[in-house]
């Protein structure tokens, strides 16, 4: 009886394994969950798309046929962007088509010879142009160039990870972050 009393005020060799093997094993959750946060955002980072949406004008003084001009939406990220909306403004008003647009920037009530390709609910992968729209009709090449200043374009577009970011041709490549991106009513139908 004696030496149980003496014993609980010891250490035991096999108490200090025991609790040397906890600290350790907690010392190694802790690294891990930090080297798993990590390769998480070294994932994300790795696949980040940067949506530039513009502008391309091609002007010949001797050759007028060869103008051109071209609206065009590029990824200059690194990972794939998802387009989930896409719109078209002049003046701050909405337009869901090209020809609407560009007969109002115009101010011409004829159709606008045009050829296009969308953008809405389409994967961009890296490096990747794609030529929105392109006038064919150069009759209105003039008109549309002096009020291009109140045209904007806006996407939203949202990476593999769904993170999501809205960019505007009036901001030359700066996109900003947001919760998410949705399909809205006056959303671009081309």
Not at 19 to 39: D, F, N, R
Not at 87 to 98: H, K, L, P
Not at 103 to 126: F, K, Q, V
Request: glycine fraction near 6%; include cysteine; proline fraction near 4%.
């Amino acid at each position: 009886m004696s030496s149980q009393i003496e014993s609980k005020g010891k250490i035991h060799p096999e108490m200090l394994v025991g609790i040397s093997a906890v600290v350790i094993g907690l010392c190694a959750l802790g690294v891990s969950l930090y080297e798993t946060s990590l390769m998480r955002s070294e994932q994300r980072a790795a696949v980040v798309p940067i949506l530039e949406l513009g502008r391309s004008y091609n002007y010949s003084v001797t050759d007028p046929s060869r103008n051109r001009l071209s609206l065009i939406a590029e990824n200059v990220g690194i990972g794939p962007a998802r387009v989930i909306d896409f719109r078209v403004t002049i003046d701050g008003e909405s337009y869901t088509t090209w020809d609407a647009a560009m007969r109002t920037l115009a101010g011409a009530e004829d159709r606008i010879a045009y050829s296009m390709s969308t953008i809405n609910g389409r994967t961009i992968p890296p490096d990747r142009r794609i030529e929105m729209f392109k006038l064919s009709d150069l009759e209105y090449l003039d008109a549309i160039l002096e009020g291009f200043e109140r045209l904007d374009l806006e996407a939203c577009y949202c990476s593999v990870f769904d993170e999501c970011w809205t960019t505007k041709m009036t901001t030359f490549g700066a996109s900003e972050p947001v919760e998410g991106c949705a399909r809205k009513d006056e959303s671009f139908t081309e």
